[in-house]
């Protein structure tokens, strides 16, 4: 995809740094990186266990309340409890274990290549999309498809057409349904109606997903309603609603990653040839991170700290938080932006910028 | 796929429910052992036999299938919160109890060993393999019996004496059993009240650096034999020990007796040599291929040999081409980290062999 004209000038920090600049403070993010691995040990894996028996148990429970949810307290209780076990299942564990964060335990169960998640994408083409794609081209524009993950203009750098008029829409529309989204994000359903790509190369794909969509909706859809007999449609409610939260938190968290003002694009003319100490560069200018409590931190899957995230996508999530004191204090040392912000300032203007990109320019 | 991980039972409409974890991932919060696809067991006696040993009683779940006298297992702790295993011989009667009695020797620096020695407890749950091996007794019981072990080699041995008496086994058994010293030789008291109770059963020990106390002195040598009784000749004879032990043994059997000896090789667990980045040959298992090591990236290496290997971001960070190491040493060409602990997952686009090393790729 061939990149326009239409550039803003690029903000100061921008290439602000010399070649030996950029060697020594990927040094130190390698230096950071090296002395996490070696502290690795029992109590991150007390952790994530932890937060799997957390999710297994609200799932039971979940389940076990909306079976009963023609009472109302049980509805809106074993709502809320299948809402935050499939949150934690995607964002803290799911997400996180398929990155290989917790592949030095040496346990198949938590092995990045193994693990499946609570969602419509099956995790395959999510860890191709997601791990490879995304968080090896973060924020090149015509690389990384989660830049408007293909139905969505979040950058001055992609050309306007008159269909990003509905850009707001769009929007609206991918955050509700989120889940199939990200699901049909390695069709790349853009490029195939553009003849980019052909839709026989696709039809492995596309018979993965529709698998994984088949037996997601087999189960919140039909199996666990039909347990409840006549009062069927209460869990069927519920079960629509825990996906609708998921969806919309699992949006509102990942579009706060990289789209809040300020974070950075780039083009794949200037990250052609680049070294280790620029990729990490190029992913702390394009990634914003969120302020807020350990258990918001959680609930996010510490993507809260996506910049430590993007920095170090292989590390235990849970030590982000404390390593990003130090991050700071790095990047301020180097004259680096580093972007965080409460979730309400952050989302703001993510959705200030959706709406100004439905124009052109 | 990880031996420890047996194929699950299908349980289709159960797994739908219980999807996409499967209904292990939600029994195992309630008991650990309730899995139905996976061995494990739980330490339900300790004994501590010498001062450098430790024995272990077993009661696995229902997954187990139970073992034949003088197969091995293997065994899954995890230490700091990473997952070692090890091949240990139960000590147990075949058929008996589904029991099984491990007995784990101390080596100097042995990780496993260390820790099962010193931190193992009632209560404690270890992952478990189906049982394994052709050194077994056969069916078919043979006439008379012959042993010799040396070490904590014994282990084999002992299933098969104590399965062969408790049967009532009319024909002669005989032990030669070699150990440094009287102190550390594991099994001692048990040996003497067997060879005490059971005339058809002969023992003949030596203790290598305490002559004069066993019945015999010095190594395995075919002098020892008219030890073991007139029939040793015609006796299946099984050996399990040191490399020095079993050579030994093989050259006296020759010459057209070979059938009648059964072999188990017995190597302490020692870490493996350190070769340098261009030494050794690397084994890609699945592939049926061997090559020189150039010291580049196993990554580069696999596709230089024409193998079509999973890929992605080829810095290290997407965990795509993640392959288990089944042995040898490699080095992580970012962190500069070594390992050469066997069977771990390693990523080949950042990982160098050091020596032998073998991948399953």
Redesign the interface.
């Known amino acids: 995809m061939a990149t326009t004209t239409m550039t803003a000038p690029p903000p100061p920090a921008r290439r602000s740094l010399t070649p030996e600049q950029l060697e020594r403070f990927g040094e130190e993010m390698?230096a950071i990186?090296?002395r996490l691995?070696s502290e690795?040990?029992?109590?991150?894996?007390?952790y994530i266990r932890g937060v799997i028996?957390a999710q297994?148990?609200l799932?039971?429970a979940g389940r076990g309340l909306l079976w009963a949810g023609v009472f109302p307290p049980a509805w809106l209780a074993g709502t809320a409890a299948l809402s935050l076990s499939k949150i934690l299942d995607n964002m803290e564990i799911g997400h996180n274990v398929m990155?290989?964060q917790y592949?030095?335990?040496?346990?198949?169960k938590l092995?990045?290549?193994q693990f499946?998640?609570?969602t419509a994408c099956p995790?395959d083409q999510w860890?191709?999309s997601h791990?490879?794609m995304h968080?090896?081209y973060t924020n090149i524009v015509g690389k990384d498809r989660d830049i408007g993950y293909g139905v969505l203009r979040m950058s001055e750098e992609q050309p306007w057409t008159p269909y990003y008029l509905g850009n707001p829409v769009w929007a609206a529309l991918l955050a509700t349904f989120f889940q199939y989204g990200v699901a049909l994000h390695d069709l790349e359903v853009e490029r195939v109606i553009s003849g980019e790509v052909s839709a026989a190369e696709k039809r492995g794909l596309r018979k993965g997903i529709w698998q994984k969509v088949r037996?997601?909706t087999?189960?919140d859809y039909v199996?666990?309603p039909a347990l409840s007999g006549p009062f069927f449609i209460f869990p069927l409610a519920g079960n629509a609603t825990a996906n609708l939260v998921r969806n919309l938190w699992a949006f509102t968290i990942i579009f706060c990653g990289h789209f809040p003002e300020g974070t950075e694009e780039f083009s794949e003319e200037e990250t052609a040839d680049e070294t280790?100490g620029e990729?990490y560069y190029r992913q702390i200018l394009g990634s914003a991170n969120l302020s807020g409590g350990r258990l918001f931190h959680i609930l996010s899957g510490n993507l809260s700290f996506q910049i430590e995230h993007h920095l170090f996508?292989?590390l235990p999530a849970n030590r982000y938080a404390e390593i990003s004191t130090e991050v700071q204090e790095t990047c301020e040392r180097y004259g680096l932006p580093y972007n965080v912000g409460p979730l309400r300032k952050q989302f703001g203007s993510v959705v200030r910028k959706i709406c100004r990109l439905a124009l052109p320019g | 796929m990880s031996p420890l991980l047996n194929r699950p039972r299908r349980h289709r409409l159960l797994d739908t429910f219980a999807g996409p974890h499967g209904i292990d991932g939600y029994l195992e919060q309630i008991n650990p052992l309730f899995v139905t696809g996976e061995c494990r067991a739980e330490v339900v006696a300790i004994e501590r036999g010498t001062e450098e040993s430790i024995t272990l009683t077993l009661r696995p779940n229902r997954v187990w299938r139970g073992l034949r006298a003088g197969q091995f297992v293997q065994v899954a702790v995890e230490i700091d919160g990473v997952r070692h295993r090890r091949c240990y011989s139960p000590a147990s009667i075949e058929g008996r109890r589904p029991e099984l009695e491990l007995t784990v020797k101390r080596h100097p620096g042995g990780l496993v060993s260390t820790f099962l020695t010193e931190r193992a407890q009632v209560g404690m749950v270890v992952g478990l393999s189906q049982a394994d091996g052709d050194f077994h007794l056969p069916t078919r019981r043979p006439g008379s019996v012959l042993l010799i072990g040396g070490g904590s080699g014994i282990t084999p041995l002992i299933a098969i004496l104590r399965t062969l008496l408790a049967e009532g086994h009319p024909g002669p058994v005989a032990l030669l059993y070699y150990t440094p010293d009287p102190a550390g030789t594991i099994y001692r008291e048990e040996l003497e009240s067997l060879a005490a109770r059971h005339p058809s059963f002969q023992l003949a020990r030596s203790y290598t650096r305490a002559p004069g106390a066993g019945e015999l002195d010095g190594h395995f040598s075919p002098r020892h034999l008219p030890q073991a009784g007139p029939c040793f000749a015609e006796a299946e004879t099984f050996v399990c020990g040191p490399a020095a032990l079993v050579d030994a043994v093989r050259g006296t059997w020759a010459n057209g007796l070979e059938r009648r000896l059964h072999v188990e090789s017995f190597v302490p667990p020692t870490l493996a040599p350190l070769g340098e980045p261009g030494e050794g040959t690397i084994r890609f298992l699945d592939s049926d291929l061997e090559l020189d090591n150039s010291g580049a990236p196993l990554l580069e290496q696999a596709e230089g040999a024409g193998i079509e290997a999973e890929f992605g971001c080829r810095m290290g960070i997407c965990h795509t081409c993640t392959r288990r190491k089944v042995s040898g040493t490699h080095k992580n060409l970012i962190t500069g980290e070594v390992s050469a602990a066997p069977d771990e997952e390693i990523q080949l686009c950042v990982s160098a062999a050091l020596g032998d090393l073998a991948v399953e790729l």
């Open positions: 390698d990186r090296q691995l690795l040990g029992e109590r991150d894996a007390n028996r297994r148990g799932e039971a990155h290989g592949e030095w335990m040496n346990d198949p092995s990045g290549k499946e998640w609570d995790a860890r191709h791990n490879y968080h090896t037996r997601q087999l189960k199996l666990f280790r990729w996508p292989d």
